[in-house]
């Protein structure tokens, strides 16, 4: 595996993580509280790994370009900024509201869930669209 095989394995570790984050709402749902509690953990370890496989491609590789023109353009670039704004937020969210959780205030865990769970998982299924739009549908991204 070279660096260049990164953005297809981001796209499967967004997928994964909507996966979970969708199991681990269901979950809680239903009461299921150590089904949630064991798909959260993994839904965070997802994204931590994420996280982690973004930076390595972007360092080495830098910047990419959408190759796609028109309102197409439009549409990713406003996708994209909506996609990393919340992306960059929704860290800060992650931590706050699985900070309560560990301490037992699941008072406070649940109202910080809320606004957090939506978030997160805008961020994971816009990931894999942008993906999708960069390097699939409109062929390579430039660089």
Do not use: E
Request: hydrophobic share 55%; aromatic share 14%.
């Amino acid at each position: 595996m070279t660096v260049h095989d990164l953005p297809v394995v981001n796209a499967s570790l967004n997928a994964t993580a909507t996966v979970l984050l969708l199991l681990g709402f269901a979950f809680i749902k239903t009461r299921r509280v150590k089904a949630h509690i064991a798909t959260m953990i993994t839904a965070l370890v997802v994204s931590a790994a994420f996280l982690t496989c973004y930076l390595i491609y972007h360092f080495y590789v830098g910047h990419v370009k959408f190759a796609g023109t028109g309102f197409v353009q439009k549409f990713y670039y406003t996708l994209l900024l909506t996609h990393v704004v919340l992306a960059v937020v929704s860290l800060p969210m992650i931590i706050m509201t699985v900070t309560p959780a560990l301490q037992r205030r699941f008072d406070k865990h649940k109202r910080m869930a809320r606004w957090t769970y939506p978030v997160w998982l805008y961020v994971s299924v816009t990931g894999v669209i942008v993906y999708m739009m960069c390097y699939q549908w409109w062929g390579p991204p430039l660089m």
